[in-house]
């Protein structure tokens, strides 16, 4: 396998480490307006890519981090498998290594896990400018730290993903969507109701006083819910336009927060339209007003962060406490003692 | 033992949760590996901020830590091997809540595996990780090895299933990483990068367990084949029809040699077996029954059973279920590695774990997870036999080159202790440890919390 693309760039990381340069990290770019902009040299890695091994047997398929996520995912559905955490893809250049990086999944999060969940192993580029590899090709590993999870949602700040595996899982045989006419605090309570019950609902959106839901499973499973549920049935165009966010809740030229609540939060007291998602767990809202969205999800146990903003933020993700910034910080030491990559993106001084 | 660090450790405990009787002591020493050390101390919190500062005063007297919850790990990894001191979670036992509504509980470290699923079965629910111990061992343990069980091939391991920790690191900090929601990581995930590190890079104080609900039944179905190959494209054509099932489970041809002596029902031209539960309700249940049954019907396919009832579900498991007692009769002190290699090397692992059982004349008994590539490979030696102990040893120095070979991992779910430490550097370059050093150094820069285990030394 040749692999010039990432000797160009472990030779772009030592040279970054030479002259202590910040490096500004990216492959398809589409993820540019999440987390504070990077002051460094620009280090593009959309050249380092293809797919290096899939077996769809083994449920596993490793990647160069610059493939297109529309080729992976054309590649998977040939063999009737797929993404299960259903990446968001802001257009057609949006990258695997760029999905792993922001650590951003969709509409059947709550059902099949996060991206995280799915990362069995990556090749990277360490701090130090070495190349060095962690987890591996199997289901389950054990031996030494988490590293790859660790790379998952770091939004480039720990080192340069190279290859990545990734755990697939076949398409769901049956599928069908549902829509619910009722008030925000109702649909929440119902889809808290039922996510506690073996039901294969995979995904669930609460907007406009109503709620829709997703099923996924075997037909008779599928009908079966169905029976038990009601509702009326739908097309199911709405989950991709969810997934990739073209809908026009995301496309307003205001900032848009995003909310991780405990699923039961009651309805949240904010003025504008909100769309709630992974059964009450991902709650998006428009808010440009005084109130403190930090310390308003904090006082209600979860976290928020500023996800787009119209302009510069002081703060994009919640805000840590001083013991949990400094392993943070101390984490980014162990991984990137120069702080060349990616340094502010997440918080300062990481 | 320095003395001013005994009345350091007195000014935090009261008496009766300080042990220095050298017979209580012992108890405290032994994991299930065939390990055992002495601890100088044994101290046993009844709250965070207890552990808290018995972390710092270890930190500032550059004490050793051990943290135990029931040591029925089998790697070593409670031993405490450089004496000093060791915390057992065996009073910080409470549920502190049980959230129905947003389908996750909240434990101290001491608590059961059992003890949870008791409590979350109350309201419907079940959390994932279902290791064999389940009965006795504590959920702090689960979390510090990222153990599993046969479920994980459908709902992952503690990693997967962990909302949020509450943790001391190394320097007597506390840190809370994770959050009471789906998504539930801010900045770097340092959630899972403490599950599974084996109490090296901080102690677990409470955990926050995400709870899944439970199927209405299930059904249990067994099949048995001409051959392991045969078994292993089972395997895979089960875990490509869309509904995975919640354990798919196997037994190579010496397992079964052992069962059928026991008096299992095994026809002699099996050579492998599979047990798999699939569940749901009513028709759909059935239909995910059939749809499995489709999938296992592979050329070499012997013979299908499928157990409509719990009592008929049991007599299925009672095969497997024999299995352990049938191998502890031969070797009571067997060494039991699980390896993880990408299912379709099941059968190039067995054949060679075959070829080194006639090379060494060692017993080698295999079985495990298929679904997920996860075997249990058993050696039943003799540990009173030196000569056998040293040829063992190499043999499975041979048998960790034969899984990473095959593109596998040394460990799926029992980690790394003492016992594979010196082979991780199989897996793992000097790299990639030296970087592992580095994030334990950033823990726990006095390297006191359970030096010597799991990283080899650089």
């Known amino acids: 396998m040749t692999d010039h693309t990432a000797r160009q760039l472990q030779q772009q990381v030592q040279q970054a480490i030479a002259e202590q340069q910040p490096l500004n990290i990216f492959a398809g770019n589409s993820r540019a307006f999440y987390g504070h902009p990077v002051a460094g040299t620009p280090c593009p890695v959309a050249d380092h890519q293809g797919i290096i091994d899939y077996q769809p047997a083994e449920l596993v398929i490793t990647v160069k981090a610059g493939t297109r996520l529309s080729e992976i995912e054309q590649t998977l559905a040939e063999h009737n498998q797929m993404l299960a955490f259903e990446p968001p893809a802001f257009n057609e250049s949006s990258t695997i290594g760029g999905c792993v990086a922001a650590g951003l999944s969709g509409p059947s999060r709550a059902f099949s896990g996060s991206v995280r969940d799915f990362v069995l192993g990556c090749r990277m580029i360490n701090g130090r400018g070495e190349i060095v590899q962690f987890g591996g090709q199997v289901m389950k590993n054990v031996a030494g730290y988490d590293v790859s999870r660790l790379m998952a949602g770091s939004l480039g700040t720990l080192g340069i993903l190279l290859d990545i595996s990734l755990k697939v899982l076949p398409r769901p045989a049956s599928r069908l969507s549902l829509k619910f006419d009722m008030e925000e605090a109702a649909a929440i309570k119902s889809i808290r109701q039922w996510a506690g019950q073996p039901l294969p609902i995979s995904a669930s959106c609460i907007m406009q006083e109503q709620l829709l839901i997703r099923l996924d499973s075997t037909p008779s499973a599928v009908d079966s819910a169905r029976q038990k549920l009601g509702g009326e049935i739908i097309d199911d165009s709405i989950w991709p336009r969810l997934q990739h966010q073209q809908m026009d809740f995301f496309q307003q030229d205001k900032n848009l927060w995003r909310l991780s609540l405990p699923p039961a939060t009651a309805p949240l007291n904010m003025p504008g339209e909100q769309i709630i998602e992974w059964h009450g767990g991902q709650r998006w809202i428009h808010h440009e007003g005084e109130t403190d969205i930090f310390a308003l999800t904090s006082s209600l146990g979860g976290h928020a962060c500023l996800y787009k903003t119209r302009s510069r933020a002081d703060n994009i993700f919640q805000p840590l406490d001083t013991q949990l910034m400094t392993l943070q910080r101390n984490t980014k030491q162990a991984m990137d003692p120069m702080g060349i990559f990616n340094p502010g993106r997440i918080y300062r001084g990481l | ?458």
């Open chain 2, 1 to 458: 033992m320095d003395t001013a660090f005994h009345k350091a450790i007195k000014k935090i405990l009261p008496a009766q949760q300080i042990l220095t009787d050298e017979a209580e002591r012992l108890t405290y020493g032994y994991d299930n590996s065939r390990r055992h050390a002495l601890p100088d101390i044994v101290v046993l919190p009844h709250t965070e901020r207890q552990v808290a500062d018995i972390v710092k005063a270890c930190h500032d007297f550059k004490v050793p830590l051990t943290a135990r919850g029931r040591g029925t790990g089998t790697t070593g990894a409670t031993v405490p091997v450089r004496g000093g001191l060791v915390m057992s979670f065996e009073q910080m036992n409470k549920i502190i809540n049980m959230d129905a509504a947003n389908r996750m509980i909240t434990v101290e470290p001491g608590v059961t595996n059992q003890q949870v699923q008791q409590a979350a079965a109350e309201h419907g629910f079940f959390w994932a990780p279902d290791p064999t111990s389940a009965a006795f061992c504590t959920v702090g343990g689960n979390l510090a090895y990222n153990s599993a069980g046969p479920r994980a091939v459908k709902y992952g391991s503690c990693r997967e299933n962990t909302l949020e920790l509450r943790a001391v690191t190394g320097t007597g900090e506390i840190i809370r990483c994770g959050t009471h929601t789906t998504k539930g990581v801010v900045g770097y995930d340092l959630t899972r990068l403490i599950i599974g590190s084996e109490g090296t890079l901080a102690i677990i104080t409470q955990a926050t367990l995400k709870l899944l609900p439970k199927a209405e039944s299930k059904y249990t179905l067994k099949f048995t084949y001409n051959s392991m190959d045969a078994a292993a494209r089972a395997v895979s054509s089960i875990m490509a029809q869309p509904d995975t099932p919640c354990a798919l489970e196997f037994m190579d041809s010496r397992a079964l040699q052992l069962i059928r002596e026991n008096g299992a029902d095994i026809s002699a031209d099996a050579a492998a077996l599979l047990m798999v539960e699939v569940e749901g309700r009513g028709s759909a249940l059935q239909q995910a029954a059939d749809a499995v049954i489709q999938a296992a019907r592979v050329e070499g396919h012997l013979h299908t059973e499928q157990a409509r009832n719990a009592e008929e579900a049991a007599q299925i498991w009672q095969a497997r279920k024999q299995l352990s007692p049938s191998l502890r009769k031969i070797a009571p002190k067997k060494i039991n590695e699980d390896v993880v290699v990408p299912v379709s090397h099941i059968p190039a692992l067995i054949n060679g774990l075959n070829q080194l059982s006639d090379q060494y004349r060692i017993p080698i008994v295999n079985f495990g997870h298929a679904g997920n590539g996860n075997i249990h490979v058993n050696l039943l030696i003799n540990p009173d036999d030196k000569m056998q102990m040293a040829s063992a040893q190499e043999c499975l120095n041979q048998v960790f080159d034969l899984v990473i070979k095959l593109d596998g991992s040394l460990s799926g779910e029992h980690g790394v202790g003492l016992e594979k430490r010196d082979f991780i550097y199989k897996e793992l370059g000097a790299a990639e440890i030296r970087l592992m050093h580095a994030i334990k150094k950033q823990f726990d820069p006095h390297n006191i919390l359970n030096a010597d285990k799991t990283l080899p030394a650089l």
